[in-house]
């Protein structure tokens, strides 16, 4: 597998859009691996993961064409991991000379369908509802969503429990994580959520999957609120995914998504990540 960084940073990007914080003036001064756009990766080519509002960007910058893509992954609802409207440019009118190309796909949960039922749906796009621990077939590749410590609402129509710290909580949708297999290589794609749920360690024990990414919004901070991580909570994750053989000695773990909020410049980010790669926009990583 090769999965490629197409954009690292949290909702607002790093610089954010206003912003004269400290961490968005040194990314607008130093550039390169300190400018991160919003949430986005891409498997071998093929596999979207998210269609947040930098993917044009991210097609422009790391010279993709989305033509060859019939499958995006959503994980969640959230702005910066999915702009319905640019998804539905794939359709006649707006796209050209796919006459008799397969559809694209876009995969996610309940509310992600929602989203995209305002938007016209035809030949051209297809969308489709996945199930926790519901393992698909998607373009060849297993594909699991897990539950995400994510989007927690405290709201009359919240529903979808998740437990974190032996205590449950309801979501105000069902926030997927993703494992993805492919002859015999595994991918644990894990934005946004905070420490992971007791159902995914025993779904993931044993597993030794090859890649873990996993989400570091909260960068060199602590962060109360439940929802994300940050480097020690990657650190300690690793541990017990470690312990629990989800991972091995082989393993590769990269942080990723990073709000300016919590960020730090990359050397500092990766002093405080020991073992762990610091993912940036463009970066790629054959496993
Ligand atoms: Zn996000
Ligand atoms: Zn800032
Ligand atoms: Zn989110």
């Known amino acids: 597998?090769?999965?490629?960084?197409?954009?690292?940073?949290?909702?607002?990007?790093?610089?954010?859009?206003?912003?004269?914080?400290?961490?968005?003036?040194?990314?607008?001064?130093?550039?390169?691996?300190?400018?991160?756009?919003r949430a986005g990766a891409l498997l071998d080519g093929t596999l979207k993961l998210d269609f947040g509002p930098d993917s044009y960007w991210q097609m422009i910058s790391e010279n993709l064409d989305y033509t060859d893509i019939h499958a995006v992954l959503i994980t969640h609802s959230h702005e910066d991991h999915l702009e319905p409207c640019d998804v539905t440019y794939r359709r006649p009118g707006f796209a050209n000379k796919l006459d008799g190309d397969r559809p694209m796909t876009v995969y996610g949960n309940g509310k992600v369908m929602q989203v995209l039922e305002k938007y016209s749906v035809?030949?051209?796009?297809?969308?489709?509802?996945?199930?926790?621990?519901?393992?698909?077939?998607?373009?060849?590749?297993?594909?699991?969503?897990?539950?995400?410590?994510?989007?927690?609402?405290?709201?009359?129509?919240?529903?979808?429990?998740?437990?974190?710290?032996?205590?449950?909580?309801?979501?105000?949708?069902?926030?997927?994580?993703?494992l993805i297999e492919k002859d015999g290589k595994k991918l644990l794609y894990a934005h946004d959520t905070d420490e992971l749920t007791p159902a995914d360690m025993d779904y993931l024990a044993g597993k030794k999957i090859d890649l873990i990414s996993l989400d570091c919004t909260n960068g060199v901070i602590q962060a109360e609120y439940i929802g994300h991580m940050g480097a020690a909570d990657n650190l300690r994750m690793r541990e017990k995914l470690l312990a629990c053989g989800a991972a091995d000695a082989h393993t590769i773990f990269v942080a990723n998504h990073f709000s300016h909020n919590g960020a730090a410049p990359m050397a500092e980010l990766q002093k405080q990540l020991p073992g762990f790669i610091v993912a940036y926009d463009g970066m790629e990583i054959e496993f």
């Not at 490629?4 to 691996?33: D, N, S, V």
Request: glycine share 8%; hydrophobic share 40%; aromatic share 12%.
């Open 1 to 37: 597998m090769k999965l490629k960084y197409l954009g690292t940073a949290a909702a607002e990007g790093i610089p954010a859009l206003f912003c004269r914080c400290e961490m968005c003036a040194y990314a607008r001064k130093a550039g390169g691996k300190e400018i991160r756009r």
């Open 122 to 178: 035809g030949p051209w796009q297809n969308k489709k509802q996945l199930q926790a621990f519901e393992t698909v077939e998607i373009e060849g590749y297993q594909v699991t969503p897990l539950e995400a410590v994510h989007c927690l609402s405290w709201e009359p129509d919240a529903r979808w429990p998740v437990v974190f710290e032996n205590r449950a909580y309801l979501r105000g949708e069902e926030a997927f994580i993703y």
